[in-house]
């Protein structure tokens, strides 16, 4: 990887020492968290799931039924939410990939973590990056999303401590803390 930081050998068949052992890799480039980084697999079907925990050491993004269904290592993909589980590294090539580790605002927090800090969006956290990303995606297509939108957006995650009501609490309060960023006025100026 650019930047001072280079994959080193993991779970995940993302190797720079691929050389020294006689296993081939082969260079990917692409944009992580607004960094042009360049890694080397030897195996382009690995996820990047396993390659962002395993390799890089972005442990933000969880693991969570590894078959994209539940929403826990969701990330953004070329200013889409995707299951990162599901995302060969390979077909990463060029592309623009965001994690929660990307994410900040005037406080230090995104918007949509302020909410869900604010909300109390959250218990044990384990789904929460996923719940963020999937949110921040939304409010980067959709600044002013229908509520019919937003409930979609968070029944694409699964939570087992909340019962999802402080959770749609936070993304409408995501919707307003954003509107307040985006038209520099205060959260309760944007209510």
């Known amino acids: 990887m650019t930047g001072g930081r280079e994959a080193a050998a993991g779970e995940s068949g993302t190797t720079n020492d691929a050389r020294r052992s006689g296993a081939m890799s082969v260079p990917l480039s692409f944009r992580l968290n607004q960094e042009d980084v360049e890694i080397h697999v030897q195996d382009p079907s690995a996820t990047l799931l396993d390659v962002l925990r395993h390799d890089l050491g972005l442990t933000g993004t969880k693991s969570g039924c590894a078959v994209g269904y539940c929403g826990a290592c969701t990330v953004i993909v070329d200013g889409e939410a995707v299951p990162s589980c599901l995302q060969m590294v390979g077909l990463l090539e060029g592309r623009d990939v965001r994690t929660v580790e990307d994410l900040n605002g005037p406080d230090g927090l995104d918007p949509v973590q302020s909410a869900f800090v604010k909300c109390a969006g959250l218990q044990c956290g384990f789904c929460t990056p996923g719940h963020v ?5 939304l409010l980067d297509q959709e600044p002013e999303p229908t509520e019919e939108r ?10 087992r401590c909340t019962g999802y009501v402080k ?25």
């Open 150 to 159: 937003i409930q979609q957006t968070v029944d694409g995650n699964y939570c």
């Open 133 to 137: 990303m999937a949110l921040r995606a």
């Open 167 to 191: 959770i749609l609490d936070s993304a409408r309060e995501a919707v307003v803390l954003e509107r307040a960023r985006t038209t520099r006025t205060t959260p309760e100026e944007a209510h």
